[in-house]
């Protein structure tokens, strides 16, 4: 079992970036994804990283805005987010899955294990 907590979210102007920590209590063997969702929305996964190398997913609406990365002495996954849209308000969740890959972590949306989001507000 890991644990996963995420910080970072707050408030930020449209054009702005956040960086999002997801602190975990071990990165072996475990793909971490990015998930969101916001109000009445249905929970979408973002940006996924394997366990194993740098292989990385992003969905479209993301892609080219947000980074994926992870620093494995520190056992911490991040999302860069940059040029952010009100659309991009939601909470944000981290999530592991063991010997995951990224792409099909993020669209089957399927993990072991949670944390308990952090939220990002992108107003003026």
């Known amino acids: 079992q890991v644990q996963l907590v995420e910080s970072g979210g707050g408030l930020v102007q449209p054009g702005g970036s956040l960086r999002l920590s997801c602190a975990a209590s071990t990165l072996d063997d475990y793909a971490i994804g990015w998930f969101r969702q916001a109000p009445g929305k249905e929970r979408e996964g973002i940006s996924c990283?394997?366990?194993?190398?740098?292989?990385?997913y992003y969905t479209d609406s993301v892609k080219g805005r947000f980074t994926i990365s992870r620093d494995s002495a520190a056992n911490t996954v991040y999302l860069q987010m940059n040029s952010l849209k009100p659309e991009d308000t939601a909470v944000y969740y981290c999530a592991a899955a063991l010997y995951g890959r990224p792409m099909a972590m993020c669209v089957a949306k399927i993990a072991g294990s949670w944390g308990q989001g952090t939220e990002v507000t992108v107003s003026s």
């Open positions: 990283i394997s366990s194993r190398d740098d292989s990385t």
